[in-house]
Nanobody, 121 residues
Framework: EVQLQASGGGLVQAGGSLRLSCEVS????????IGWFRQAPGKEREGLAC????????VYLDSVEGRFTISKDNAKNTVYLQMNNLNPEDSAVYYC??????????????WGAGTLVTVSS
């Protein structure tokens, strides 16, 4: 059974940092494209970062590139999202998701429960 478990959300002040974790079970990280997404109230879900299945450099949403970094620990089968210089517009529920394709798509196959990030001004 495939499961993704996101954690690490919380309340942080503007300019602060958080690291989200996504523990994956049911497949190894190299067998899928794995990404982080978020959805703020009243807004559409957006893709933030994607680890490609072919191990080429990650892909980022323009608005987070340089502030967010996606990485993985194969030994722990865990994917991370390091988020720096957070601002209130980053407040949202954050999700990790996976698909057994080359790159993340809008229709990811597996989703974890979200973790809430709130950035105060």
């Amino acid at each position: 059974e495939v499961q993704l478990q996101a954690s690490g959300g919380g309340l942080v002040q503007a300019g602060g940092s958080l690291r989200l974790s996504c523990e994956v079970s049911g497949f190894t990280l190299n067998d899928a494209a794995i990404g982080w997404f978020r959805q703020a109230p009243g807004k559409e879900r957006e893709g933030l970062a994607c680890l490609r299945r072919d191990q080429k450099p990650p892909v980022y949403l323009d608005s987070v590139e340089g502030r967010f970094t996606i990485s993985k620990d194969n030994a722990k089968n865990t994917v991370y999202l390091q988020m720096n210089n957070l601002n209130p517009e980053d407040s949202a529920v954050y999700y990790c998701a996976a698909v057994q394709k080359l790159i993340c798509t809008a229709s990811m196959r597996y989703w974890g429960a979200g973790t809430l990030v709130t950035v105060s001004s």
